[in-house]
């Protein structure tokens, strides 16, 4: 189900039957001269789209406007839109505290955007875990009262932790592609893994008649395949399957 779209009824069948809620976060950024600016955010996009009709799930507008940096190359005549992680970091503080006043509990936040340093963190994943776990603090606090987590009735707390049942487990935020699916299908830059990804996922946003050798990051992007890109697509939606059925 598209949030956007739903009824009040049906959210609160969604809110009743804990119904898993996925975000897709993403960037616009310069991706070489044959790929579009959203391709991002757009493979997420997609790809939760398929997991929406298979299963239930309560589908949030994609959120495009991460911190992509000007790393890759500069805005102007290019099309990068940079936000700050502190801008998002707020963002992300007010739309989380948002989405557990309405009652959910089962919130998935996915980012493909320089998630090759998912542990780690970059911009965009840190500034919304971090506004996720604050939000969590002050929403636990406020409906519980300070002292919560001593109180008797957390004492199976760290059990809980283990099975993922514990409060901190209502707002998760992961990689798109986990470390296994990274590992067989290395990310770059519109090179061979995220170009052939939009050819499976996103066709229309891929046009090889604009191709450039200019840049050194995108030159696997001739070795691009349909093929390729399906057998990626594949082992990404068992993952997202995985992680929403949990």
């Given at each position: 189900?598209?949030?956007?779209?739903m009824?009040?009824?049906?959210?609160?069948?969604?809110?009743?039957?804990?119904?898993?809620?996925?975000l897709?976060v993403?960037?616009?950024?310069?991706?070489?001269?044959?790929?579009?600016?959203?391709?991002?955010?757009?493979?997420?996009?997609?790809?939760?789209?398929?997991?929406e009709?298979?299963?239930?799930?309560?589908?949030?507008?994609?959120?495009?406007?991460?911190a992509?940096?000007y790393?890759?190359?500069?805005?102007?005549?290019?099309?990068?839109?940079?936000?700050p992680?502190?801008?998002?970091?707020?963002?992300?503080?007010?739309?989380?505290?948002?989405?557990?006043?309405?009652?959910?509990?089962?919130i998935?936040?996915?980012?493909?955007?320089q998630?090759?340093?998912?542990?780690?963190?970059m911009p965009?994943?840190?500034?919304?875990?971090?506004?996720a776990r604050?939000?969590?603090?002050?929403?636990?606090?406020?409906?519980?009262?300070?002292?919560?987590?001593g109180?008797?009735?957390?004492?199976?707390?760290?059990n809980?932790?283990?099975?993922?049942?514990?409060?901190?487990?209502?707002?998760?935020?992961?990689?798109?592609?986990d470390?296994?699916?990274?590992?067989?299908f290395?990310?770059?830059?519109?090179?061979?893994?995220?170009?052939?990804?939009?050819?499976?996922?996103?066709?229309?946003?891929?046009?090889?008649?604009?191709?450039?050798?200019?840049?050194?990051?995108?030159?696997?992007?001739?070795?691009a395949?349909?093929?390729?890109?399906?057998?990626?697509?594949?082992?990404i939606?068992?993952?997202?399957?995985?992680?929403?059925?949990?």
């Amino acid at each position: 189900m598209r949030y956007e779209k739903m009824f009040p009824d049906q959210l609160r069948s969604a809110l009743e039957k804990n119904t898993p809620v996925a975000l897709p976060v993403g960037v616009l950024e310069y991706h070489s001269e044959h790929s579009v600016m959203g391709v991002d955010t757009i493979l997420v996009e997609r790809a939760l789209q398929v997991i929406e009709g298979e299963m239930d799930l309560v589908l949030f507008p994609s959120f495009h406007y991460g911190a992509a940096s000007y790393a890759v190359e500069p805005p102007e005549k290019n099309g990068t839109i940079q936000v700050p992680g502190n801008t998002l970091y707020l963002l992300a503080r007010d739309l989380f505290r948002g989405m557990l006043r309405i009652g959910f509990r089962n919130i998935h936040v996915f980012i493909h955007h320089q998630s090759e340093n998912f542990l780690a963190g970059m911009p965009t994943d840190l500034a919304f875990r971090m506004g996720a776990r604050e939000v969590l603090f002050e929403y636990l606090e406020k409906e519980r009262g300070e002292g919560w987590w001593g109180k008797e009735e957390m004492k199976d707390y760290y059990n809980m932790h283990e099975a993922g049942s514990d409060p901190f487990s209502w707002i998760k935020v992961h990689p798109f592609m986990d470390a296994e699916t990274q590992k067989k299908f290395p990310i770059d830059h519109a090179s061979l893994q995220e170009t052939s990804l939009m050819l499976a996922f996103c066709p229309e946003g891929v046009d090889m008649k604009r191709f450039s050798e200019k840049k050194w990051y995108t030159l696997g992007a001739k070795q691009a395949s349909l093929e390729y890109g399906l057998a990626a697509k594949e082992m990404i939606l068992a993952n997202l399957r995985r992680v929403l059925k949990e």
